[in-house]
């Protein structure tokens, strides 16, 4: 629901409620389309069923008829047949919504099977030790770093430079230049072609995932909050630190005094992405 507020919102900034309309009716007409094969096909299935059961509980009577009439069999072998072909009918009955069940099932295990099977392209070696840094080493090297998306242009071609510990830097470059993608080969997102990364001295790739990402604090552009209540996303940067260091945090980041004006405080629901809070605020945690 409060994706659709949002996505309302967006709508109206830019007078396009027709087309979205538009839009929204098409999709409609699409599922009632859908509706209609997929009704169309099960009651298609059932009758199927149903003539051939009827057709085969025809047969079976005419011949229980005859059978009786040349003295073969009683009336009560009749009555027998023909409460076990119901009996039969039963189960019978429930194959078209079971089949259409297991089909979707199928469809769904096949997509989860196949999430599954999909193997991550960055290894972590085993036993990798932690990453040992603090704030007078935390030295960050790139070296010869040569890396490129799939199928795409090189991003960066031999690219060295360092960032002393303690220093603050700003990185500058039109879109596409490749600034993310620093951030993101320093979190081991992808692994570059060539070239390596070193924090205080040791390379990324033999230190520990987990570690080397817990090292890393980051605040990106799209601050994307989850659907939960402010502590949780505050307390979620590291959930093994206790909740005086998450409201020392908030303190520091001058959002306490405006936490505690709402009016279950802490427990206040952000609503999906931080809807609820004004930009400034979504960046404060």
């Not at 009577?61 to 039969?88: C, H, R, S």
């Not at 990324?204 to 990106?220: G, K």
């Not at 992405?273 to 979504?282: A, D, F, T």
């Amino acid at each position: 629901m409060n994706r659709a507020e949002n996505e309302a919102g967006n709508k109206a900034y830019f007078n396009n409620e027709k087309y979205e309309l538009a839009k929204y009716d098409e999709s409609l007409k699409k599922y009632e389309e859908a509706s209609l094969k997929t009704a169309s096909s099960l009651a298609l299935l059932n009758f199927g069923q149903h003539a051939i059961f009827s057709a085969g509980l025809s047969a079976i009577m005419i011949m229980a008829a005859k059978e009786i009439a040349q003295g073969n069999m009683t009336v009560g072998d009749l009555v027998m047949v023909n409460g076990l072909v119901f009996q039969l009918s039963i189960p019978l009955g429930f194959l078209g919504s079971v089949y259409r069940e297991v089909r979707q099932a199928l469809i769904d295990m096949q997509t989860m099977f196949t999430l599954m099977t999909v193997q991550s392209r960055v290894k972590e070696k085993v036993s990798a030790p932690f990453l040992k840094v603090d704030a007078k080493t935390a030295t960050i090297d790139f070296e010869d770093i040569s890396f490129k998306y799939v199928n795409g242009k090189p991003i960066f071609n031999k690219l060295t430079f360092s960032i002393p510990a303690g220093k603050k830097i700003g990185i500058v470059g039109g879109s596409g230049s490749g600034k993310s993608t620093m951030v993101r080969l320093l979190y081991r997102f992808f692994e570059p072609q060539a070239g390596q990364i070193r924090i205080a001295g040791q390379n990324i790739r033999d230190v520990d995932l987990a570690s080397l990402r817990r090292a890393i604090a980051i605040v990106p552009q799209d601050c994307v909050l989850f659907h939960d209540t402010m502590l949780h996303n505050l307390h979620y940067g590291d959930l093994s630190k206790p909740l005086e260091e998450v409201y020392k945090a908030a303190q520091m980041a001058e959002l306490h005094e405006s936490v505690k004006t709402w009016p279950k405080g802490y427990d206040t629901a952000v609503g999906e992405r931080g809807l609820k809070l004004s930009g400034g605020e979504k960046q404060r945690p």
